[in-house]
Structure formats: structure tokens, C-alpha cells
């Protein structure tokens, strides 16, 4: 049982460049996250999901794309990378709603847009 | 606007007791989350609080007051690997967590 996975831990991307982050989770769970975390803030939510197929706009989503075809993976798009972007990105999942389960977040992967 | 405030940085000694604030403001309240982050790693879950009172487990306690948008973190018997931020998230009426920058906690000899 690895829980949740990402992929790549760490990328450097120069301006304009496009690559896309996956999240796998192997707990059924149907609620999926990705939020970055900048220093000195709090982690922001970019985009979610609440089951394979959709997808919703979080607090920070401009400049990203994302995509569930599979309930079991979370993918997340960069169509062209900007300074902006540098962060790092967790990806979480969630078996029910917020009231009754807590998240479980990836490993992290630090991107750097040059 | 939705807000969390915890203070940015706390120094506390190894064995000692230390109190993590968090003071919140949102459109709603759903419950309220702490989780430990150790540098470049992933937040993991503490504790969770929906009603008012204190919540204990071993050597952390989570206290609530809804009624103050107000909850703090009490972390006993301190150990160096407690040397962490520790980040607040209040659920909000929607149903979405609203996290504040975390405390990052130094724990000295």
C-alpha cells in the first residue's frame, strides 16, 4: 500500500516549457487535491476533484490544467510554465468529505521555472 | 475575506511545553485541522476538532473555541524531533480547507 505518489519529485523547467506533475493513490479514495505551498503562506488549493471524470477550480487555477480519467490518478498540467510557478506541489486525496476523513498528502514535487 | 493567523516562528526547549495558536476567520466552520510538517516532507494529520473542548492524544492536545474563531495546539514533553511547522486549516462552509502559513517550531537543547 504506497498511499499516494508523485511523480516527478523534483523538475526544472525554463519559460514557456510545458510538463505535467502526476498524483497516483492506491486507497479507493474519491476526493483528490493538488496545492502548491509557497513560503510564508499557507498551502493554496490550485484544483480538486470529487470523482473520476471531474474536476473544479481552487483558489489559485490560472496557468493549470487538470485531468481524472482514472479514479486513482490526479494529473496536473503546466501548458506554459512561468517564473510564477516555482513552488513546491502536494497532491492529497480523500476517502470521504473533510467532516469525517482527513487528507493524505504525496511526497511533494519541487518545480523550478527559470 | 477568510483568514487563519498563527504566529510565523516559535523557539521552546527540549522537555518543556509550548501552546500554538491559530485564530480564524471564515464563511462558516465545519471543523478544524492541525497537521506536522517536517522540512521537505508532506503535512501529516495531528488531530482534528469540531466541538468545543480540548482533544488529547499522548503528548499533543487540540483545544477549540468556535464561539472565539480561536484554537490552539499544545505539544508536552517536548523532543527534538517535535522540531516542525505546524499548520492550522479550518474547514469552511463549502466545505473546502482554508490553511494557515504554519508556525514553525525550534525546539533547543
Known amino acids: 500500500n504506497a498511499g499516494v505518489t508523485q511523480t516527478p519529485k523534483f523538475r526544472v523547467l525554463k519559460t514557456g516549457q510545458s510538463m505535467t506533475l502526476l498524483c497516483a493513490q492506491d486507497?479507493?479514495?474519491?476526493?483528490m487535491y493538488w496545492y502548491r505551498q509557497d513560503p510564508g503562506m499557507g498551502l493554496r488549493l490550485i484544483h480538486y476533484s470529487v470523482g473520476e471524470g471531474t474536476t473544479a477550480k481552487g483558489e489559485v487555477p490560472d496557468g493549470y490544467n487538470v485531468s481524472r480519467l482514472k479514479k486513482q490518478n490526479f494529473l496536473l498540467g503546466l501548458e506554459s510554465a512561468a517564473p510564477s510557478q516555482t513552488s513546491v506541489y502536494f497532491c492529497?486525496?480523500?476517502?470521504?468529505?473533510?467532516?469525517?476523513?482527513?487528507?493524505?498528502f504525496g511526497p511533494g514535487t519541487r518545480l523550478t521555472v527559470l | 475575506g477568510q483568514n487563519i493567523d498563527q504566529p510565523t516562528e516559535m523557539t521552546a526547549t527540549e522537555g518543556a511545553i509550548v501552546q500554538i495558536n491559530c485564530t480564524y476567520q471564515?464563511?462558516?466552520?465545519?471543523?478544524l485541522f492541525w497537521y506536522q510538517q517536517h522540512a521537505g516532507e508532506a503535512p501529516t494529520f495531528l488531530s482534528y476538532n469540531v466541538l468545543d473542548g480540548l482533544e488529547e492524544k499522548g503528548r499533543f492536545s487540540s483545544f477549540l473555541s468556535r464561539s472565539k474563531g480561536y484554537s490552539y495546539l499544545l505539544l508536552k514533553e517536548l523532543q527534538m524531533k517535535d522540531s516542525a511547522s505546524y499548520l492550522c486549516?479550518?474547514?469552511?462552509?463549502?466545505?473546502?480547507?482554508?490553511w494557515g502559513a504554519g508556525t514553525k517550531l525550534i525546539i533547543k537543547p
Open positions: 486549516a479550518v474547514v469552511d462552509s463549502n466545505y473546502q480547507l482554508i
Open positions: 486507497m479507493n479514495h474519491e476526493y
Open positions: 492529497a486525496s480523500l476517502a470521504g468529505n473533510l467532516a469525517t476523513d482527513t487528507q493524505y
Open positions: 471564515t464563511s462558516g466552520f465545519n471543523g
